[in-house]
């Protein structure tokens, strides 16, 4: 069986700066609007997860116009996608419903930059639903295998997870009333939060 070799990675975006161009408009195009969600995920195989990285830009200009103190607008371009492949080892996140969970080291693998013109021609026809970009347990277990994590860590990682996650489990079920209807409250508070940044990002 051949080995594959996979990274997870991190794509930013180099802003510059157009100094001498003055825009005399009242009408501009934000960063919110310009640009959605940038977290790089794989999806449900380990031939689809070494494919190209994974990021979502909005269609529209890439440019955003800047209003200065003084009253003079500067314009803001983005004109190239800095992309950074890190290496992967065994996470320790207890929300991991099955299996062991995986995450992103801090070494660097590769480094490139594309442009961004390039970079928007072809993620518009790649872009990943929620359901592609979900690792199945046997799929981790591969990619962390293939970077060196034997069976033991990542059994022990396993029962890492599971007494994190019983314990949290366990205070919750200590928790009276009045905790309980706070801690109801508090999650009732993060769901319309996270609700309300949807909309402003599909708006």
Known sequence: MN???CTDTLISLNPQKDDATIEETSTCTSLDDSLS?????????VETSIDTPST??????????????????????FKHVHVKEFDRIIGDNPSCSFGVPISIGWTVENESEIDMEEYESFREHHRRSKLEMLLPKETREVLLMDW????????LAVKEKVKIK??????VAKLGPIDSLEEWMERANRKMKKMFRRRQTSS
């Open 3 to 5: 080995k594959l070799r």
């Open 37 to 45: 969600s940038g977290n790089s995920m794989r999806s449900t195989s």
């Open 56 to 77: 979502a830009l909005s269609e529209g200009p890439l440019t955003t116009i800047m209003k200065l103190d003084n009253g003079l607008e500067r314009k803001v371009s």
């Open 148 to 155: 060196g994590c034997s069976t033991k860590d990542m059994s």
């Open 166 to 171: 019983n314990q949290r489990n366990f205070t």
